[in-house]
């Protein structure tokens, strides 16, 4: 129905820089909002940054400064660049996106995820 592909991820030193994106696609009539949140084993997901339609992006607070989440409505895709990147932000980033289907359902879609680990 809907399909979040992600792309990025992998390896990268302790302040070091990478970037990962995601792409929307299926049966869309709107997306509200797209986000990252990311996962380590035994915790819950937590968010890391929002691009929502209608207002400016959000950022949690361990990220703030390093981060920057920005998104092109047109192509449906999202992109979380990040900088200065430290070993706690080790953890599978998942893509989500608050999508209204052309069947007027909304709801969440979550991609596969995508393992970013960072260390030397």
């Known amino acids: 129905q809907v399909q979040l592909v992600e792309s990025g991820g992998g390896l990268v030193q302790p302040g070091g820089s990478m970037s990962l994106s995601c792409a929307a696609s299926?049966?869309?009539?709107?997306?509200?909002?797209m986000g990252w949140y990311r996962q380590v084993p035994g915790k819950q997901r937590e968010l890391v940054a929002l691009s929502p339609s209608s207002s400016g992006p959000k950022y949690a607070d361990a990220v703030k400064g390093r981060f920057t989440i920005s998104r092109d409505s047109v192509q449906k895709m999202v992109y979380l660049h990040m900088n200065s990147l430290k070993p706690e932000d080790t953890a599978v980033y998942y893509c989500k996106a608050d999508v209204t289907t052309t069947s007027y359902f909304r709801r969440d879609f979550w991609g596969q995820g995508t393992q970013v680990t960072v260390s030397s």
């Open positions: 299926g049966n869309i009539l709107s997306i509200i909002d």
